[in-house]
């Protein structure tokens, strides 16, 4: 594993033999694969894998969910005669066939409600199974970023590091729903009526300036507690990120509500929390309920929030929520 907790070199006896190591991006997505030992491999880059961020899943209960989507797989890299495959994907982007550039099938696969191979057929592999986890061969079982789920049951082999956070079961996966919901990163399940900050933020600040253009007037000076200062300061509070902490992970968490809710008085602008741990699920989980201590009753559900952390003194990496 590598400092993110993210899967970073495969030694196995099992087809494909050898030592395998894993290059992600900074999302947690596998875009490399190199081979014969050391960071870059002996042989250098053996498969690449090529990604759409953040796309829409189809739209179950009105969902706005986004997941990166695999695009293509790039494969025998170290060759003179790369293949390149167009990744097919269901309606949560998980992968069902690839196709070559003749456009036959070269890997098809038939999934069972839980994620379980009904049937894989074709020459070529690929090991991305629901969005964000890698089957691995040597247990049979798919890795999830924080842990590992199994298809056979429905159900993930270790306790949610973050706790309670999706019903009454630790064990469980996406609330039962996996046609409906996913979990790339094995700690919860994406809300499918979430909207993104830039949806809710960006529009409004959009719409002002827009505002002002129209009555061709100048922004007045307004106080601290005016609806335009109180979008600008969730603009900078959204993009804030923790401070170092030498030897462990530190989280920041920021919430911003809805905006016809806060000019109502009902909800504040946003709410923010810090964390400190060892471990990356516990400085979240920190971070997360000191924002949540601080929202007022009545505005627990109608919140848009947003995870910065770091380790030491990294570069600080987003957590999308």
Excluded at 161 to 183: I, K, T
Excluded at 264 to 286: D, I, N
Aim: one cysteine or more; aromatic letters at 10%.
């Amino acid at each position: 594993m590598d400092v993110s907790g993210l899967i970073a070199i495969r030694d196995s006896l099992v087809a494909p033999a050898g030592v395998t190591h894993y290059v992600h991006d900074i999302f947690g997505n596998v875009i490399a694969e190199t081979a014969g030992g050391g960071a870059t491999g002996a042989t250098g880059t053996v498969r690449e894998y090529i990604w759409l961020y953040e796309t829409e899943i189809a739209p179950t209960m009105g969902s706005r969910t986004t997941v990166d989507r695999p695009l293509a797989v790039v494969d025998a890299v170290n060759t003179g005669s790369p293949a390149t495959w167009w990744v097919h994907v269901d309606h949560l982007n998980r992968p069902v066939k690839m196709t070559n550039s003749t456009k036959a099938a070269v890997w098809t696969a038939v999934w069972q409600p839980w994620g379980a191979a009904q049937s894989i057929t074709g020459s070529a592999t690929l090991n991305t199974r629901f969005p964000g986890q890698w089957f691995q061969v040597e247990a049979g079982l798919h890795y999830n970023w924080h842990r590992h789920y199994d298809p056979t049951l429905g159900r993930y082999t270790q306790p949610d590091p973050l706790g309670f956070v999706d019903g009454p079961s630790v064990y469980g996966y996406v609330r039962g729903a996996p046609g409906q919901f996913v979990d790339p990163e094995g700690l919860f399940v994406i809300n499918p009526v979430t909207v993104t900050i830039t949806r809710v933020v960006v529009t409004a600040v959009a719409k002002e300036i827009l505002r002002q253009i129209i009555t061709n007037s100048q922004p007045s000076s307004s106080s601290p507690s005016s609806s335009s200062d109180s979008k600008k300061k969730g603009v900078e509070e959204w993009n804030k990120k923790p401070p170092p902490e030498p030897g462990r992970y530190s989280c920041r968490y920021v919430m911003y509500f809805n905006e016809d809710d806060c000019e109502k008085g009902a909800c504040p602008p946003f709410v923010t929390g810090r964390g400190w741990s060892a471990t990356l699920p516990g400085a979240m989980s920190q971070a997360r309920q000191e924002a949540q201590s601080k929202i007022p009753p009545g505005c627990k559900h109608q919140h848009h929030g947003q995870m910065w952390c770091r380790y030491g003194s990294n570069p600080p990496f987003n957590v999308r929520q």
